[in-house]
């Protein structure tokens, strides 16, 4: 059941540690009761505009900046998250930007040009060095870069493992997911690197409408993630 809107007003405020937002002069909490704080001003006045565009029922999925915030502060903290830093490792182990098509070369130049750098990236920022194939072949990632990933995803902030769980669950790539965290791609990046091949076949073959509300669906998730990094920082 939709929960009815139940303020009349919502609005930033200060609070002990930071900012929040207030719906009729009364600081919010995360869905586990904590208290929701953030950083930045500009932040909080986002959450609150995303609280006071909401009608007659409270719709979460049109709150993406707050669904962020809950998680940054209710999982990437709490006892749930070494079991996310496990997901992210995961994927890591068999990460979309590690396997090549064999063909046709047009889509294998693409590819390289939009993954190699970023491996590159990787592997001089982090010293992590992902093997890499062509085809549908496995290829078993050297254990000594894997327990690098997992050292390099339990040390960031909760801000900037909220910034990689989420990024990483849209794209099916942590080497992606950690990018976008470390400032190295913003979101229309992001999504140029995950959809080179469904980018590809729209331009090939022509429109296909699941296929490009797909891709246009991972974008605005990925701008969101871009705009809560940013505000984070206390960009306006």
């Known amino acids: 059941m939709p929960v009815k809107r139940f303020y009349k007003?919502?609005?930033?405020?200060?609070?002990?540690?930071?900012?929040?937002?207030?719906?009729d002069g009364k600081n919010i909490k995360t869905p586990l009761q904590r208290p929701l704080v953030v950083p930045?001003?500009?932040?909080?006045?986002?959450?609150?505009?995303?609280?006071?565009?909401q009608t007659d029922d409270i719709r979460?999925?049109?709150?993406?900046?707050?669904?962020?915030?809950?998680?940054?502060?209710?999982?990437?903290?709490?006892?749930?998250?070494?079991?996310?830093?496990?997901?992210?490792?995961?994927?890591?182990?068999?990460d979309l930007v590690c396997y090549f098509a064999t063909h046709p070369a047009d889509l294998v130049a693409r590819q390289e040009a939009l993954w190699h750098p970023l491996l590159g990236w990787l592997s001089d920022e982090y010293g992590i060095r992902l093997e890499t194939a062509q085809?549908?072949?496995?290829?078993?990632?050297?254990?000594?870069?894997?327990?690098?990933?997992k050292a390099r995803v339990e040390a960031l902030s909760p801000a900037d493992f909220t910034v990689v769980q989420a990024v990483t669950g849209l794209t099916g790539s942590a080497v992606i997911a950690l990018a976008v965290a470390a400032g190295r791609l913003g979101a229309e990046q992001a999504y140029a690197a995950a959809g080179v091949d469904e980018i590809y076949q729209l331009e090939?073959?022509?429109?296909?409408?699941?296929?490009?509300?797909?891709?246009?669906?991972?974008?605005?998730?990925?701008?969101?993630?871009?705009?809560?990094?940013?505000?984070?920082?206390?960009?306006?």
């Not at 007003?9 to 719906?23: E, Q």
């Not at 709150?63 to 502060?73: D, K």
Request: hydrophobic share 45%; no cysteine.
């Open 9 to 23: 007003a919502a609005a930033a405020g200060t609070a002990p540690g930071g900012y929040t937002v207030r719906l």
């Open 40 to 53: 930045t001003a500009a932040l909080a006045a986002a959450l609150a505009a995303e609280w006071e565009a």
């Open 60 to 94: 979460p999925h049109a709150m993406p900046l707050n669904q962020l915030v809950n998680t940054m502060i209710d999982k990437a903290t709490g006892h749930e998250r070494p079991a996310m830093n496990a997901e992210v490792v995961k994927y890591a182990g068999s």
């Open 135 to 149: 085809g549908i072949q496995y290829v078993n990632q050297p254990e000594a870069d894997m327990a690098a990933v």
């Open 204 to 236: 090939k073959w022509g429109e296909d409408k699941i296929a490009r509300d797909r891709l246009n669906r991972m974008l605005r998730e990925l701008e969101t993630v871009e705009k809560f990094r940013f505000l984070m920082q206390g960009g306006n």
